[in-house]
């Protein structure tokens, strides 16, 4: 168990929660054209091999990066378990969405409650992670 990785920990979650609030946030016509803009950017030449780094960076990366600090900095096993299903959730959830786009679909209502959800349980888990560093560590 390390200090350095709980302090990691705790800030990485600040950061985290900060992006899922202005997710929670953002009103459905504002995600829609951000989407909209996605898969006009997403559909030009070249940009294959950038959706693959996008990709790689925000769903197997970051939640690598957080995972590990959250083990390192010796928070229990099941909040660790839980942050797994929730980081899986999201990519699985986020790929789905960013295929329909790629397809030439629309941003749906539906879409948007999805990402609002997720965004709460994004913000509901990086409390979890603030107060169990703060359990482990004072």
């Given at each position: ?35 909209r803009l996605f898969s006009e950017i997403a ?67 539906g879409d948007h409650r999805l990402s609002r ?22």
């Open positions: 168990m390390s200090l350095f990785q709980a302090k990691l920990a705790a800030v990485l979650s600040v950061v985290y929660a900060g992006m899922n609030a202005y997710q929670l946030t953002s009103g459905y016509e504002a995600v829609r054209e951000k989407a559909a030009g030449e070249g940009a294959s091999w950038r959706l693959r780094l996008v990709r790689a960076l925000f769903y197997l990366a970051a939640p690598l990066l957080y995972l590990l600090t959250m083990i390192g900095a010796g928070l229990p096993g099941i909040l660790l378990i839980a942050a797994g299903v929730k980081f899986w959730m999201s990519s699985f959830v986020g790929i789905r969405t960013e295929h329909r786009l790629l397809r030439g679909e629309d941003y749906t209502p959800v997720d965004a709460a349980l994004n913000l509901a888990l990086a409390a979890a992670v603030v107060w169990q560093v703060l359990e482990v560590w004072m």
